[in-house]
């Protein structure tokens, strides 16, 4: 049974960064759609991040494009989101995801989720 797990997650003041990794366990080899989403207070989940784990093109919402890079590392079985320039309104719970074809920015494609990683950016 694959797992997706998250770690990196903290508190960092505005202009900081951080790294977050999904790591996962089991066999993947069916799912090339990973992605990151998150959760910010009150609010829905939304779709930050996607990268195809075979051919690694990625996809990047506007609200972060310039500032978050997702990649992978096919050796560790490893998804990143390398995040720079934290704003505030960053602040949620980051959550890694898997489907079977990239290409989604809809959360319910997604069929394997992990646990989440709080991240909060103080002003």
């Known amino acids: 049974q694959v797992q997706l797990v998250e770690s990196g997650g903290g508190l960092v003041q505005a202009g900081g960064s951080l790294r977050l990794s999904c790591a996962a366990s089991?066999?993947?080899?069916?799912?090339?759609?990973m992605a990151w989403f998150r959760r910010p207070p009150g609010k829905e989940r939304e779709f930050i991040s996607a990268i195809s784990w075979s051919s690694g093109w990625t996809e990047y919402a506007d609200s972060v494009k310039g500032r978050f890079t997702i990649s992978r590392d096919k050796a560790k079985n490893t998804l990143y989101l390398e995040m720079n320039s934290l704003k505030p309104e960053d602040t949620a719970v980051y959550y890694c995801?898997?489907?079977?074809?990239?290409?989604?920015?809809?959360?319910?494609?997604?069929?394997?989720w992990g646990q989440g990683t709080q991240v909060t950016v103080s002003s």
């Open positions: 089991g066999r993947t080899d069916s799912r090339d759609g």
């Open positions: 995801a898997a489907r079977r074809f990239v290409g989604s920015r809809r959360y319910r494609d997604y069929d394997l």
